[in-house]
């Protein structure tokens, strides 16, 4: 089973930064494809960004060139870098893991593991 804990959320102005990270625990890290989720108040969980063992990393419109999504293989982490922040960015902020089959990993319903889920505030 594998469990992903997400940490490193919390309250910062706009233009400032923040770093996620999510510990990955219970199976081999390199099987998966990692992704980032948002959701924002009222709104539906949408994708942010994700890494794949095979592709370069893939982005949201809405945070590429701000966000940077990397591992870190001796800590079995996944990191979101997020720069340039802004009162939209708002969230909570989910950690999550496909299994072995995936395809683009731009999806939801492709991703079989989630965290519990970090706030994100920042204010204006």
Known sequence: QVQLVESGGGLVQA???LRL???VSGRAFSS???GWFRQAP???RRFVARFTWNSSPY???SV???FTISRDNA???VDLQMNSLKPEDTAVYYCAATGPDYTSARYEYEYE???QGTQVTVSS
Do not use: H, P
Request: hydrophobic letters at 20%; one cysteine or more.
């Open 42 to 44: 009222g709104k539906e």
């Open 32 to 34: 998966y494809a990692m």
């Open 21 to 23: 990270s999510c510990a």
């Open 59 to 61: 982005y949201a419109d």
């Open 75 to 77: 800590k079995n982490t």
């Open 15 to 17: 233009g400032g930064s």
């Open 113 to 115: 593991y989630w965290g």
């Open 64 to 66: 590429k060139g701000r």
